[in-house]
């Protein structure tokens, strides 16, 4: 789910420049450090070369490479695609090569990867858990490498991440603060002077929703730190959509618009968070313009973006439940035996009452649903919850996995429509729940017939009913 006036802070990323050599003569660590500026022009082309930088650090038993590039990749999912699902799995993967390695850093890393993957699907608990993680991690590590200083910054900026999302504001600014005493513990004056221009902006968008005069202060002082090369950078992005938000607090329109377009100009990857937050402004701002015709521009995107992001949620979810599941499964199931004879009387009793007091009523549906499960899954519908299609899948296992064996080009959005239909929704209802038109339900049911290879006299619903 969205939040208007919240910003992503950004964390502090190292990459070492490396001298042009010709591309046969380039060591690995070189590979790495190009394919990290190829992802600033072309990211699709850059995630693809890690897959084959991956199998020559591991051919060549190159193991800081090969963690390094475990590493990029979850950004590169994060920043690049929304890619939840494969970011989870390849922070588990870094996770288990850093634990063989023997490689701090990278177990840290692991944990801080995993936490954004648990608050993009607003499991903020479980996201401070794996935080809690990584610090244990760090503790463990020289205090005074200067690579460990930066991580436990870029944790206090994580931290400041999750508790702006609970929307504990003064929790957020006193871990950004903590951030900057990390910084000051280095030694290299480049590195140091450099982390400014970061925390700055990190504090800028953190004091927006506490104080507009000092977010002013410090966006404005980011900037002052800026370097000619750093004007694409996304904290300038960061620093552009805070003095927006200044200016259309205070109602000062044209000089809000002025900074959004700036910010919209960066190329850099920037967090989705972020562009859903400079969309929604834009959209007030022509609105209060009277630019009718760019402000559905830009209420197009938006739904463009939110749809992605909606999609991508669904499937990290299942992952989630996934691996969370392997771990409690034994636990679960020992539980389960201790209860079963205990608890089988009762259910059989409280079955038989059920029937006869339920029978004499017409329930609204035909699946195998209690009442108080299927109040749940329309109330999760009602609050347009992400988590809606996870819940169902607990009701009906599998649901998915044998839908996405007739045909596993069925994206997330067509599933969940499919979840809906089970429910025995109507299009109507569909259409209220979702936001979109009557029409759009019919024509994504009728997309959904072809790729399911219906005929033409088979009802859809009854289909799905006996699915």
Same mark, same amino acid.
């Given at each position: 789910?969205?939040?208007?006036?919240?910003?992503?802070?950004?964390?502090?990323?190292?990459?070492? #420049?490396?001298?042009?050599?010709?591309?046969?003569?380039?060591? $690995?660590?070189?590979?790495?450090?190009?394919?990290?500026?190829?992802?600033?022009? !072309?990211?699709?082309?850059?995630?693809?070369?890690?897959?084959?930088?991956?199998?020559?650090?591991?051919?060549?038993?190159?193991?800081?490479?090969? $963690?390094?590039?475990?590493?990029?990749?979850?950004?590169?999912?994060?920043?690049?695609?929304?890619?939840?699902?494969?970011?989870?799995?390849?922070?588990?993967?870094?996770?288990?090569?850093?634990?063989?390695?023997?490689?701090?850093?990278?177990? #840290?890393?692991?944990?801080?990867?995993?936490?954004?993957?648990? &608050?993009? @699907?607003?499991?903020?608990?479980?996201?401070?858990?794996?935080?809690?993680?990584?610090?244990?991690?760090?503790?463990?590590?020289?205090?005074?490498?200067?690579?460990?200083?930066?991580?436990?910054?870029?944790?206090?900026?994580?931290?400041?991440?999750?508790?702006?999302?609970?929307?504990?504001?003064? &929790?957020?600014?006193?871990?950004?603060?903590?951030?900057?005493?990390? =910084?000051?513990?280095?030694?290299?004056?480049?590195?140091?002077? *450099?982390?400014?221009?970061?925390?700055?902006?990190?504090?800028?968008?953190?004091?927006?929703?506490?104080?507009?005069?000092?977010?002013?202060?410090?966006?404005?002082?980011?900037?002052?730190?800026?370097?000619?090369?750093?004007?694409? =950078?996304?904290?300038?992005?960061?620093?552009?959509?805070?003095? *927006?938000?200044?200016?259309?607090? !205070?109602?000062?329109? %044209?000089?809000?618009? #002025?900074?959004?377009?700036? #910010?919209?100009?960066?190329?850099?990857?920037? =967090?989705?968070?972020?562009?859903?937050?400079?969309? /929604?402004?834009?959209?007030?701002?022509?609105?209060?313009?009277?630019?009718?015709?760019?402000?559905?521009?830009?209420?197009?995107?938006?739904?463009?973006? !939110?749809?992605?992001?909606?999609?991508?949620?669904?499937?990290?979810?299942?992952?989630?439940?996934?691996?969370?599941?392997? /771990?409690?499964?034994?636990?679960?199931?020992?539980?389960?035996?201790?209860?079963?004879?205990?608890?089988?009387?009762?259910?059989?009793?409280?079955?038989?009452?059920?029937?006869?007091?339920?029978?004499?009523? %017409?329930?609204?549906?035909?699946?195998?649903?209690?009442?108080?499960?299927?109040?749940?899954?329309?109330?999760?519908?009602?609050?347009?919850?992400? &988590?809606?299609?996870?819940?169902?899948?607990?009701?009906?296992?599998?649901? &998915?996995?044998?839908?996405?064996?007739?045909?596993?080009?069925?994206?997330?959005?067509?599933?969940?429509?499919?979840?809906?239909?089970?429910? @025995?929704?109507?299009?109507?209802?569909?259409?209220?729940?979702?936001?979109?038109? =009557?029409?759009?339900?019919?024509? !994504?049911?009728?997309?959904?017939?072809?790729?399911?290879?219906?005929?033409?006299?088979?009802?859809?619903?009854?289909?799905?009913? /006996?699915?």
């Amino acid at each position: 789910m969205f939040r208007k006036y919240l910003y992503m802070l950004f964390f502090c990323f190292v990459v070492v #420049a490396y001298p042009q050599q010709d591309a046969h003569l380039k060591s $690995l660590e070189d590979k790495i450090a190009d394919n990290r500026k190829l992802f600033q022009e !072309r990211p699709e082309q850059a995630l693809y070369d890690i897959g084959k930088l991956l199998n020559e650090a591991e051919k060549s038993g190159q193991k800081n490479s090969e $963690l390094n590039l475990l590493a990029n990749r979850c950004e590169y999912y994060y920043f690049l695609r929304v890619d939840f699902e494969q970011m989870i799995n390849s922070a588990l993967e870094l996770q288990k090569k850093a634990i063989t390695y023997k490689n701090l850093l990278y177990e #840290a890393k692991s944990h801080k990867y995993l936490s954004q993957a648990y &608050s993009f @699907n607003e499991l903020f608990e479980k996201s401070l858990e794996e935080l809690e993680l990584g610090m244990k991690v760090l503790s463990r590590a020289d205090a005074k490498d200067s690579l460990i200083i930066l991580e436990k910054a870029n944790f206090h900026t994580a931290f400041a991440n999750i508790y702006n999302l609970k929307k504990e504001y003064f &929790s957020g600014i006193q871990s950004l603060l903590n951030s900057v005493k990390e =910084h000051d513990k280095l030694t290299e004056s480049d590195w140091k002077n *450099g982390t400014k221009f970061m925390d700055y902006a990190n504090l800028g968008g953190a004091y927006l929703m506490v104080n507009l005069d000092s977010a002013e202060y410090y966006a404005q002082k980011s900037i002052s730190f800026s370097t000619e090369h750093e004007a694409n =950078h996304n904290l300038m992005f960061l620093n552009y959509i805070v003095l *927006g938000d200044v200016f259309l607090k !205070r109602k000062k329109y %044209e000089e809000a618009l #002025a900074y959004y377009k700036k #910010a919209e100009s960066i190329q850099e990857n920037k =967090h989705f968070i972020n562009i859903e937050k400079l969309y /929604n402004n834009l959209i007030e701002v022509y609105g209060n313009l009277n630019q009718s015709e760019l402000k559905e521009q830009y209420e197009q995107k938006l739904k463009d973006l !939110r749809l992605t992001v909606s999609e991508n949620q669904n499937k990290s979810l299942r992952t989630i439940i996934r691996e969370t599941g392997k /771990n409690s499964k034994v636990q679960e199931d020992t539980k389960n035996n201790q209860w079963i004879w205990i608890t089988g009387g009762i259910l059989i009793l409280g079955g038989l009452i059920y029937f006869f007091t339920s029978r004499k009523k %017409e329930s609204k549906f035909s699946v195998s649903l209690t009442q108080e499960a299927y109040n749940k899954l329309i109330g999760l519908l009602k609050e347009n919850d992400p &988590s809606f299609l996870l819940a169902f899948e607990e009701e009906f296992p599998e649901f &998915s996995q044998k839908l996405l064996k007739i045909n596993s080009d069925l994206s997330n959005a067509e599933i969940e429509l499919l979840a809906m239909i089970k429910l @025995n929704l109507s299009n109507k209802e569909i259409a209220q729940y979702k936001f979109i038109q =009557h029409k759009t339900v019919q024509n !994504r049911r009728h997309k959904i017939r072809k790729k399911i290879n219906l005929t033409s006299d088979t009802d859809l619903n009854k289909w799905v009913e /006996n699915f």
